[in-house]
């Protein structure tokens, strides 16, 4: 059994990222590797209910109060998920992470960066991913690509998506090592083959 890997993928809403999380898989299984196919907030179970409340809910939300509920998302998504099929072997692709908290309701919403940081490490029990993608582009572009049924984070405003594009820039620049941007304006073929080229150096 081979060594599993963590891998995430994040950007603003409406970056293609989902796109090429699929096209990521079928390259990886026509090449005979076990993917597991995920995300966050709420992939089964419980983490479904979450995200119900998260993404739909229409009364007022504390942005303490959403950074906890994607927080305990996290932890089940992290106990029951992915630990399980990383320690199998398998290599694990995941819809969103650690750093949209960052991003989100740290550079979006404004609650402080190191408390996210800690919380995250907390929800996570340090597990951190192996390899993350940001997908890159400029929120004009973006939000045109979202349209106008839009849920509760992505009516959150263009300054808000904004403020989420330049948290994810500062977290790469923080760490280049772990932490990838892709131009996402590029077509679906370029950006599919800018992953491939990165994702070759971690699987053998
Ligand atoms: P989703 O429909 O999964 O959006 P996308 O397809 O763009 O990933 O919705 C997830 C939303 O939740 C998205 O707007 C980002 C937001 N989010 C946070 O604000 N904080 C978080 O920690 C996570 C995981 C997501």
């Given at each position: ?82 630990n399980p099929a990383v320690n199998t ?64 984070m992505e009516s959150a405003g263009i ?46």
């Amino acid at each position: 059994m081979g060594k599993g890997l963590f891998i995430t993928f994040e950007g603003v809403d409406g970056c293609g990222k989902t796109t090429q999380i699929n096209l990521l898989s079928e390259y990886l299984k026509e090449r005979g590797y076990e993917v597991l196919l995920t995300r966050e907030p709420g992939s089964k179970g419980l983490g479904e209910k979450l995200r119900e409340i998260l993404l739909n809910y229409d009364g007022e939300v504390s942005d303490r109060c959403e950074s906890f509920l994607f927080l305990a998302d996290r932890a089940q998504h992290i106990d029951i998920i992915v630990n399980p099929a990383v320690n199998t072997g398998k290599i694990v692709l995941c819809d969103r992470h650690t750093d949209s908290t960052v991003a989100y309701q740290g550079y979006g919403r404004g609650l402080n960066i190191d408390t996210i940081n800690h919380l995250n490490s907390l929800a996570t029990n340090g597990k951190k991913p192996d390899l993350t993608f940001i997908f890159d582009i400029d929120t004009k572009t973006s939000m045109q690509r979202v349209g106008k049924n839009q849920d509760r984070m992505e009516s959150a405003g263009i300054e808000f998506q904004t403020r989420v594009r330049n948290g994810y820039l500062e977290i790469a620049k923080q760490e280049p090592e772990r932490v990838k941007v892709i131009d996402s304006t590029k077509s679906i073929e370029e950006i599919h083959k800018n992953v491939i080229d990165i994702i070759k150096n971690y699987i053998n």
